[in-house]
């Protein structure tokens, strides 16, 4: 019974963080320009996200999220991006590929 009520609150805190995150996020401007940058994000509400990358190459995936990590199931690879920091207009990451800088995205307000 409290493996079953800890496994609806792990579910309950995953879908809304997954709302939270739901929508295109922008990566704010750098200094550092590498082919590795994902300057557009898309997460969708169902788990679904779209990459773009700098090379105009759209990648789709899946992800799953947690407290302080976003894992990306792109293909047969698997990628761990830690969260830094996540509010409704700001997210911060790193451990993207090989990129050690952390990368700021702002949300792409809805029209």
């Not at 969708?44 to 894992?71: A, M, Q, R």
């Not at 790193?94 to 949300?107: A, H, P, V």
């Amino acid at each position: 019974m409290i493996k079953l009520i800890v496994l609806n609150i792990l579910l309950t805190i995953t879908c809304c963080q997954q709302r939270e995150l739901n929508g295109n996020w922008i990566l704010q401007k750098s200094d550092i320009i590498t082919p590795n940058y994902y300057p557009e994000m898309q997460f969708k509400i169902n788990g679904f996200v779209v990459l773009k990358s700098i090379g105009d190459t759209v990648y789709t995936g899946k992800y799953e999220i947690n407290e302080k990590n976003i894992i990306l199931k792109i293909g047969n690879e698997n990628t761990t991006i830690q969260i830094h920091k996540f509010t409704n207009e700001k997210l911060v990451l790193s451990g993207f590929k090989n990129i050690k800088d952390t990368l700021t995205y702002l949300k792409k307000k809805q029209k």
